[in-house]
């Protein structure tokens, strides 16, 4: 049985980790910076890999450089473009959600350019500061007739249907929630993935396995059965064959 964890940042993991042979990373960047490691690292041991510039960058470092940023994606020839999407709990003003919407736009361009998968990263606004709130409702108007995962999924039960409605995908990590639940519940086995998102969410890619559990644990399934079906979308949306 293999995993597959379909957001990784395995260049950050400490130095000397090692990954059991178990499981099977997408290399995931979100800067220019981490997008060179993803390269790098992915390259080195053969696996598929993902580059984009994330809102949080966005926000953090501007947009001076994106020319050469989307010039060095377009170069390396990802399986997907991502991390990217919109970020509106750390947006501060009105000009930074306009900068994240601006570049998301940007990834998608270049997406369809490419004739590549997004993967999503999305989070809503939780102050009441007037700005806007609902990352997922504004992405999901970018992103019509386009191939995407919402990536560490964390909207709603309805809107996780209506992201399987425009033929999109959703990856689980290992965290639990009544909502996750539910989104777990409604969403087809054929459009669930899963991820550790490490080592940020997953200290380790790990903990793909107890994601893996959780999906067959809701679903009243095998975790056998849930490895091979999510291992065989991951497949199919990053468009590679171990």
């Known amino acids: 049985m293999v995993l597959i964890d379909s957001h990784t940042h395995l260049y950050d993991m400490k130095k000397g980790y090692a990954l059991p042979p178990d499981i099977y990373p997408v290399v995931v960047g979100y800067s220019h910076g981490s997008n060179r490691k993803a390269v790098e690292t992915a390259r080195a041991g053969g696996y598929p890999f993902v580059l984009g510039i994330a809102p949080q960058t966005t926000i953090k470092e501007g947009t001076e450089r994106l020319d050469e940023w989307v010039e060095f994606i377009r170069a390396s020839r990802p399986n997907a473009i991502g991390e990217v999407g919109l970020d509106y709990k750390w947006a501060q003003t009105m000009e ?9 736009a940007r990834m998608v361009s270049l997406a369809r350019e490419m004739d590549l998968p997004l993967v999503i990263h999305s989070r809503d606004n939780p102050n009441d500061n007037g700005l806007p709130k609902d990352a997922v409702e504004d992405i999901l108007g970018m992103v019509g007739g386009m191939r995407f995962l919402m990536h560490f999924y964390s909207g709603t039960e309805e809107q996780a249907q209506r992201v399987v409605g425009m033929g999109g995908y959703i990856s689980m990590a290992h965290m639990r929630s009544k909502e996750r639940r539910k989104v777990i519940n409604t969403v087809p086995l054929d ?10 969410i997953g200290r380790t890619p790990e903990s793909v396995r107890e994601a893996a559990a959780y999906i067959a644990e809701v679903k009243g399934l095998e975790t056998g059965q849930v490895a091979d079906a999510t291992a065989q979308n991951a497949m199919r949306f990053f468009n590679f064959r171990l």
């Open 191 to 200: 459009r669930l993935l899963i991820e550790s998102d490490s080592p940020y």
């Open 96 to 104: 930074q959600v306009e900068g994240e919407k601006r570049v998301f």
